[in-house]
C-alpha cells in the first residue's frame, strides 16, 4: 500500500485515530473475511477494494475533484446517483458501520440514539472519515425521525449539508412531493457542479447505475444454488462496496465474479457443503464495517443467501425506465423507480413483507432472521407484525435486536444456533 | 449405554447422566472463575459413554474435549420433556438469561424469547437485590411471600433497582415489602415474554429461580396457569443435552 499519510492530512483527518481505525479494520477484515474458505477467485477484486478503500479510492476522488468534478456523500439508497452522476459527480455512501468514537458522538446526540447515526457523528467528529471529509456536498434525508433530527446537529460540522425531504405514505401526493424533492435536488447538483443535465447526461448516468443493479441482481439469483457458491459475508461486501467504488470498474468486477460462481454452479461446488441451512436476512441496513451478525451466523453451520435491505435487495432490485426525451421525463422515470423502495419509514408498508416471502422462495431459504439495530424505531416498530405474517405463513422467523457492540454477540450465537435446530430437526 | 449432559450455565454447573431412559447421576457445582476446572471435578469418576454440553460455556469445553454441543434453548426443549410430556411452554429463569420457549404437538421446539443483553429480570438480579436488603435467597424469598403489600419498583436495571432498593429502605419502607416488589417485577417481565410467544396449559418452569417459592406463587397468580416445577429445575438444560444424543 502506497502511503497517503499526506493525502489524509491534507483532508484534515486526525491521522492518530484514523490509523487506529484502519488496525482494526485490517485485522477484522483479516479474521472476518480472509479466513473463510473456498471463496471466489473473483472475491480478490473485492479484498483489494477494501485493503485501499481510505487509499486508492480517496485518492481517485481527489483526482476527480482536481477536475472540477464534485464529490457528493450520502447515507440513503433514497438519493439518486443517477442525478449526481448526470453533473459528472461522484457519489460515495458515508461511514456509519462502525462503533468508532461514540464517546464524544454521546455528547452532542441522546444515547438512546441508534448505532448507524452514532457511528456517523462519531466518524465526523474524529475526523476519521476520508469520504465524509472529501465530500463536497453532504445529502441528508428526512427518513426516520432520528436522521431527520441529527441533520440539524450535523449541519454546522460539515461546509454544505443539503437536506432532501421524503413523503411517508404511498399517495399520489407522496410521489409528486419525491419528485419534486428530486428536482430540487437537480437544481442543487447543477448549482454545486456549475454543469446543466441534459437529458442525455441523465440518461447516460440511468443507464450505467441501472447496469450496476443488474450485476448484483445477478449475484443475488447466483445465490439461490445449493451449495451456494458464494457466502454470504462475501455477498454482502459486495453490496457494501456497491456504495464506494467506480460504478463502471464495480459492474465489470461483479459481472466477473458471476462468470465464476456460474461456472461453479454448473459444477455443483460451494463454501459450504450442500443441504448447510439456508438463511436470508431482512431488516436494517449493514453498513462497511458491520459484519457482526452475518459473522456469527456463517460460522455457526448456517450460510446467508440473501439480504432484504438497503444494503442489499432493497437497494437494487427496481430499474429505471429511460423512455422519455426530456430530462422532466426522465426525473419521472427515476421518482416512479425510486418511489417503490419499501423502507420501513413508510406507513403502511405491505409490499416489504411481501417480498421477503417472495425473496425466501426464490432463494430457498429456510428460515428469515429480522434484524433491527436497538433504537431503530420504524424497523423494530415493523418487526413484529412483520414475524407475525411470515409464521402465520409457515416461514420460521427469528427476530434480533442488537446494536455495533461486541458484548451481546454469545447471546447472539445462543439465539442463532437456537434457531438453526429449529430449522434442522427430523 | 450411558449419556452425559454437561450444562456449564453462568452461575452454577450442571451434570447429568442417563441411562435406559433413567437418570443416573445428577451433580451441580457453583461456576467459578475456572468453569472449566468446575466442569472437570464435576465429571472426575462419572460413567459414561458420550457427554453433550450446552450452556454458556458450551464451547469452552468443546475445545477440551471432543464432544458435540447444543443451544441451551434447545437442551431446554427436550429436556423438559424428561419431566412432563403435557407442557408445550416453558419458563426458564437462570443466572444471567430468562428464556421462553413454546414447543409445538410433538415437543420440537417452535419459538424462543430471551432477555435482552443485560441481567435484569434474572437469578443473578435476585441476588443482588437479596443482598441489597440484607437476606439470604431463602431468607429472601420467605420475606416476600409474609409481605402483605408490594413496594413499587421501577427500575429493572440492575445497577439502577439496587440504589433503588437502598433509597427505598433508607426511606423506611419494610423489608419484607420491598422484597415482594422486586418478585413481582420480575414475574411480570417472565410473564410478558411467555405470553408473546406461548400456547396456553401448564408452564413448564425450570432453572435456578424456579427454586424460589415466592416466584413461583406469583406466577401461577399471574398467568392464571398451572405451574410445573421438575424437582430439581437446575438440571433439565443437562438432562436435555444427555437426552439429545441418545
Known amino acids: 500500500m502506497s502511503d497517503y499519510t499526506q493525502m489524509w492530512s491534507d483532508l484534515g483527518l486526525d491521522l492518530k485515530g484514523h490509523d487506529a481505525l484502519l488496525s482494526i479494520l485490517g485485522s477484522a477484515y483479516a479474521d472476518i473475511f480472509l479466513s473463510q474458505k473456498n471463496r471466489p477467485e473473483g472475491m480478490k477484486y473485492f479484498d483489494f477494494v477494501m485493503s485501499e478503500v481510505h487509499g486508492l479510492r480517496i485518492k481517485e476522488l481527489m483526482d476527480a475533484k482536481a477536475q472540477g468534478r464534485k464529490v457528493i456523500g450520502s447515507y440513503c439508497v433514497f438519493v439518486p446517483e443517477e442525478l449526481i452522476l448526470a453533473v459528472d459527480g461522484v457519489s460515495v455512501g458515508l461511514c456509519a458501520g462502525a462503533e468508532f468514537n461514540f464517546e464524544s458522538a454521546e455528547e452532542v446526540l441522546p444515547r438512546n440514539t441508534c448505532s448507524l447515526i452514532k457511528s456517523a457523528f462519531g466518524f465526523k467528529l474524529g475526523k476519521i472519515c476520508p469520504y465524509l471529509e472529501a465530500s463536497d456536498v453532504v445529502v441528508g434525508e428526512n427518513t426516520c425521525d432520528g436522521k431527520k433530527k441529527s441533520y440539524e446537529i450535523l449541519d454546522p460540522l460539515v461546509k454544505d449539508l443539503y437536506v432532501m425531504d421524503l413523503p411517508q405514505m404511498k399517495s399520489e401526493s407522496g410521489r409528486a412531493m419525491l419528485k419534486e424533492e428530486y428536482r430540487k435536488f437537480a437544481a442543487k447538483l447543477e448549482k454545486a457542479s456549475g454543469k446543466k443535465i441534459t437529458a442525455e447526461s441523465l440518461k447516460k448516468g440511468i443507464d450505467i447505475v441501472n447496469a450496476k443493479r443488474k450485476a448484483v441482481k445477478r449475484l443475488t439469483e447466483l445465490r439461490s444454488a445449493d451449495p451456494a457458491p458464494i457466502s454470504g459475508l462475501d455477498a454482502l461486501l459486495v453490496n457494501q462496496v456497491f456504495f464506494y467504488d467506480d460504478p463502471v470498474r464495480f459492474t465489470e468486477s461483479v459481472n466477473k465474479l458471476c462468470d465464476e460462481l456460474e461456472e461453479r454452479v454448473k459444477k455443483g461446488t460451494g463454501v459450504f457443503p450442500k443441504g448447510t441451512t439456508r438463511l436470508m436476512i431482512s431488516g436494517c441496513p449493514m453498513a462497511v464495517p458491520n459484519w457482526k451478525l452475518p459473522w456469527i451466523i456463517e460460522t455457526s453451520n448456517a450460510v446467508i443467501v440473501g439480504e432484504e435491505s438497503c444494503v442489499g435487495e432493497r437497494g437494487v432490485r427496481w430499474m429505471t425506465d429511460t423512455k422519455g426525451k426530456t430530462v422532466d421525463d426522465l426525473i419521472d422515470m427515476l421518482t416512479d423507480r425510486y418511489f417503490q423502495i419499501d423502507c420501513a419509514v413508510f406507513t403502511p408498508n405491505p409490499s416489504r413483507v411481501d417480498y421477503v416471502k417472495e425473496m425466501k422462495k426464490k432463494l430457498n431459504a429456510k428460515g428469515i432472521v429480522h434484524y433491527s439495530l436497538q433504537f431503530c424505531q420504524p424497523y423494530i416498530m415493523e418487526s413484529g407484525p412483520v414475524e407475525k405474517e411470515l409464521e402465520k405463513t409457515g416461514m420460521p422467523t427469528l427476530r434480533l435486536e442488537t446494536d455495533y457492540s461486541q458484548e451481546d454477540a454469545g447471546q447472539l450465537k445462543t439465539r442463532i444456533e437456537a434457531f438453526i435446530e429449529r430449522l434442522n430437526r427430523k | ?246
Open chain 2, 1 to 246: 449405554m450411558r449419556y452425559a449432559g454437561l450444562d456449564i450455565g453462568s452461575r452454577t454447573v450442571k451434570l447429568a447422566v442417563i441411562e435406559g431412559g433413567e437418570l443416573a447421576l445428577s451433580r451441580k457445582s457453583v461456576t467459578s472463575h475456572d468453569p472449566l476446572e468446575t466442569a472437570r471435578s464435576l465429571m472426575k469418576d462419572a460413567e459414561f459413554d458420550t457427554v453433550t454440553a450446552t450452556g454458556y460455556g458450551r464451547y469452552l469445553i468443546q475445545g477440551h474435549l471432543e464432544c458435540p454441543v447444543i443451544s441451551e434453548i434447545k437442551a431446554f426443549a427436550v429436556g423438559s420433556r424428561f419431566f412432563s410430556s403435557e407442557c408445550r411452554s416453558i419458563l426458564d429463569i437462570g443466572g444471567q438469561d430468562t428464556k421462553a420457549i413454546s414447543l409445538d404437538e410433538e415437543g420440537n421446539m417452535s419459538k424462543f424469547e430471551m432477555n435482552d443483553k443485560c441481567a435484569a429480570g434474572t437469578g443473578r438480579f435476585l441476588e443482588v437485590m437479596a443482598t441489597a436488603l440484607g437476606f439470604t435467597l431463602e431468607e429472601f424469598s420467605a420475606a416476600a411471600l409474609s409481605a402483605e403489600k408490594a413496594v413499587k419498583i421501577n427500575s429493572m436495571c440492575t445497577v439502577f433497582a439496587e440504589s433503588e432498593v437502598i433509597s427505598l429502605t433508607s426511606q423506611g419502607a419494610a423489608r419484607n415489602e420491598v422484597a415482594l416488589g422486586i418478585h413481582r417485577a420480575i414475574v411480570s417481565r417472565s410473564v410478558a415474554l411467555l405470553r408473546r410467544i406461548t400456547p396456553p396449559g401448564a408452564v413448564f418452569f425450570a432453572g435456578g429461580v424456579a427454586l424460589n417459592e415466592c416466584m413461583k406463587t406469583l406466577l401461577e397468580g399471574e398467568l392464571g396457569r398451572t405451574l410445573f416445577v421438575p424437582p430439581d429445575p437446575q438440571i433439565v438444560g443437562a438432562i436435555g443435552a444427555a437426552l439429545s444424543n441418545t
